[in-house]
């Protein structure tokens, strides 16, 4: 059974940094699409970054584009989201996920348990 474990939210103030984890196992294919989304109460669920799992593209979301980056080992069992120069708005519930069945997310099927991150004003 494929699962995913984050691991790095946390506290941090404005303009600070800090790198979420996230620990995949019990995938049967590489080609599966795996990146990070964020929830806010009241808000949409946005997508943040992810990596095409066919040609390793990656995706950022416009609010992020600059300040984040999404990065895999090569064994391709952890996948990082490096957050720099963190905004309050980016406070949310950080989630890992991923989808099995195609190379980019369209339906996630796979969910990790979510960190939060706080930033602080």
């Known amino acids: 059974e494929a699962q995913l474990v984050e691991s790095g939210g946390g506290l941090v103030q404005a303009g600070g940094s800090l790198r979420l984890s996230c620990q995949a196992s019990g995938f049967t294919s590489d080609e599966y699409a795996i990146g990070w989304f964020r929830e806010v109460p009241g808000k949409e669920r946005e997508e943040v970054s992810s990596?095409?799992?066919?040609?390793?593209?990656?995706y950022y979301a416009d609010s992020v584009k600059g300040r984040f980056t999404i990065s895999r080992d090569n064994a391709k069992t952890t996948v990082y989201l490096q957050m720099n120069s963190l905004k309050p708005e980016d406070t949310a519930v950080y989630y890992c996920?991923?989808?099995?069945?195609?190379?980019?997310?369209?339906?996630?099927?796979?969910w990790g348990q979510g960190t939060q991150v706080t930033v602080s004003s």
């Open positions: 990596i095409n799992g066919r040609d390793g593209s990656l």
């Open positions: 996920a991923a989808e099995t069945e195609a190379p980019v997310f369209t339906d996630p099927n796979v």
